[in-house]
């Protein structure tokens, strides 16, 4: 994929700012997707999974009763310790010598 001719760089950007065809994008572009996603997205990041476990009570406004808060501290600490705030699919590790990691990476 990332090898691809018609693969654009900065793809999200140019996919929130709706400039896929533009050969170039601005600073302006970049906080402009930046600011849409602080907006209008909810970013939750397995490496910080308390975190974003309380991102996501919030956001959708869910509390948890008064004589279970602690009960509910308790569960969410012994999943996030469990998981370790990741993935649990296994993938195949990419070599970063290879043709595939240096075709991402650039």
């Given at each position: 994929y990332a090898a691809l001719p018609d693969t654009s760089n900065n793809?999200?950007?140019r996919w929130l700012t709706g400039k896929n065809a533009?050969?170039?994008?601005?600073?302006?572009?970049?906080?402009?997707?930046?600011?849409?996603?602080?907006?209008?997205?909810?970013v939750l990041l397995t490496e910080e999974m308390t975190t974003s476990v309380q991102r996501l009570m919030h956001y959708m406004?869910?509390?948890v009763p008064e004589?279970?808060?602690?009960?509910?501290?308790?569960c969410l600490m012994e999943v996030v310790s469990k998981?370790?705030?990741?993935n649990q699919?296994?993938?195949?590790?990419?070599?970063?010598?290879?043709?595939?990691?240096?075709?991402?990476?650039?």
């Open positions: 793809w999200m950007t533009e050969p170039h994008l601005t600073v302006d572009d970049l906080e402009f997707a930046k600011e849409l996603l602080r907006r209008k997205f909810l406004e869910w509390e004589p279970y808060v602690s009960q509910a501290k308790d998981q370790g705030g990741r699919n296994s993938h195949q590790v990419i070599d970063k010598d290879s043709a595939e990691y240096e075709a991402l990476a650039s």
